[in-house]
């Protein structure tokens, strides 16, 4: 029953974040799903003991509070962003992504610049959201197999 409680609570987080991803709009700008790639790097482990949720998309977290100014991102990713969003800016398909990933690069992204905290993950990694839907029912399970016991062991 404790595996099945884990790995019930890591699907609702992957769940949870994959819509989030989809359809969560952030400060009235249009959902963060443009290429997929955070949607489907989304995984959890569970081996009996231990609990690991994870994305391989090396970008998971800018979802959640925007990039830093600093390095600028990669003009690839930021091409086909603008190949998938409604961007008209009357340049060509490079010199929009070269502009976007300059300025990124100069001041961050909005949602970095707006303070972060989208809630795309941590609307479910967080504190009562695991006590909630993990520890409480871990609790409940440990207290019935507990009690089982005893009362089986009285008889």
């Given at each position: 029953m404790t595996d099945q409680?884990?790995?019930t609570f890591a699907q609702s987080v992957i769940d949870g974040i994959r819509e989030n991803i989809?359809?969560?709009?952030?400060?009235?700008?249009?959902?963060?799903?443009?290429?997929?790639?955070?949607?489907d790097s989304l995984y959890y482990k569970w081996d009996g003991h231990t609990l690991i949720i994870g994305s391989t998309w090396e970008f998971i977290t800018v979802l959640e509070d925007g990039r830093k100014p600093g390095k600028m991102p990669p003009r690839e990713a930021l091409a086909d962003y603008v190949d998938k969003k409604p961007i008209d800016g009357g340049m060509s398909r490079e010199s929009l992504a070269y502009l976007i990933?300059?300025?990124?690069?100069?001041?961050?992204?909005l949602l970095y610049r707006d303070g972060g905290h989208s809630g795309i993950l941590s609307d479910y990694l967080n504190e009562d959201y695991?006590?909630?839907?993990?520890?409480?029912?871990?609790?409940?399970?440990?207290?019935?197999?507990?009690?089982d016991s005893i009362l089986n062991r009285a008889a």
């Open positions: 409680i884990v790995m989809a359809t969560k709009q952030v400060g009235g700008r249009p959902p963060m799903n443009s290429s997929g790639k955070a949607i990933q300059r300025s990124i690069g100069e001041k961050g992204t695991i006590q909630e839907n993990l520890i409480d029912k871990l609790r409940d399970n440990i207290v019935v197999i507990l009690t």
